[in-house]
């Protein structure tokens, strides 16, 4: 995308009829201008965008305004584009919204997926982390999904591919749970951005019970097994984790707390406590 394209009818939009955390957003055309142009002001732009769109994590209406622009910006960039990521990353993520519809700015951020999917196949492989980042945190279940799943396939990068898996998780959780080989790294990945108080534990064991018991990653749900720990578990899930340990010889039961290791030392897991 060609830089000036990103800032199509910049000062033909009425800002002083939004705000931000300041006010009116009149500042906000020269803000994204200097951020577009790069150079020595890009800096202090992207601090006063933060400051103004994103003020101790709270969105506004102008932030739901400014953020088509952000994204052309981001896919014109050729330096700097991992910056205005994180700052629309920022925005989607954010529940703590004031003076503007509930999800506005999300959903503003969602409906520039298509300007941000390239950046998943950006040369840099931090880019393309903070662009699946971004897309997981729109929380979209259409456009999302679809543009990480086209970009897992490719992706060779293991710290990309694991934020790919995160992101993935958000938008299309079911999908990833049912997949016996994707499944326990879907499990350990959930664990870690899930909201514990409501995150179904049942489920996520038996994702990774399935993928245990279909061999499709054993070491991998025994990690994520471990991750979940004994409390997690029903005394049937149990059951078959014993029936595991019994039938699989890769699988032995040992010691007092009947853990359970893989025999390859490359590939140990324990279970502990079941």
Not at 41 to 62: K, N, R
Not at 222 to 227: G, I, P
């Amino acid at each position: 995308m060609d830089p000036a394209d990103a800032l199509a009818n910049l000062d033909a939009r009425p800002w002083a009829s939004v705000s931000h955390a300041y006010g009116p957003a009149e500042d906000l055309p020269d803000l994204l201008r200097a951020l577009a142009e790069g150079g020595g002001d890009a800096e202090e732009a992207i601090s006063e965008l933060y400051s103004c769109i994103l003020h101790q994590g709270t969105v506004y209406a102008a932030s739901a305004d400014a953020v088509p622009y952000l994204a052309r910006i981001a896919a014109a960039a050729e330096y700097g584009a991992a910056e205005v990521l994180c700052l629309l990353g920022g925005l989607a993520e954010s529940e703590d919204e004031c003076e503007v519809a509930p999800g506005a700015v999300r959903a503003a951020v969602a409906a520039q997926i298509p300007v941000l999917k390239p950046l998943l196949a950006h040369e840099e492989a931090d880019v393309r982390s903070l662009a699946a980042w971004t897309v997981g945190h729109t929380r979209d279940t259409e456009a999302a999904p679809a543009a990480l799943r086209s970009r897992w396939v490719a992706e060779a990068d293991h710290g990309v591919r694991a934020e790919l898996l995160i992101a993935l998780g958000r938008v299309d959780q079911e999908q990833l749970l049912t997949a016996p080989e994707k499944a326990p790294a879907a499990v350990l990945a959930l664990l870690d951005v899930a909201d514990p108080d409501t995150v179904d534990l049942d489920r996520l064991v038996e994702a990774a019970l399935h993928s245990a018991e279909t061999g499709a990653d054993v070491a991998g749900a025994c990690e994520a097994l471990q991750t979940l720990g004994a409390a997690a578990l029903s005394t049937h899930q149990r059951l078959r984790v014993t029936e595991l340990a019994e039938g699989d010889r890769r699988i032995v039961g040992f010691g007092v707390a009947n853990s359970i290791v893989r025999e390859d030392e490359r590939l140990r897991a324990v279970l502990a406590g079941i």
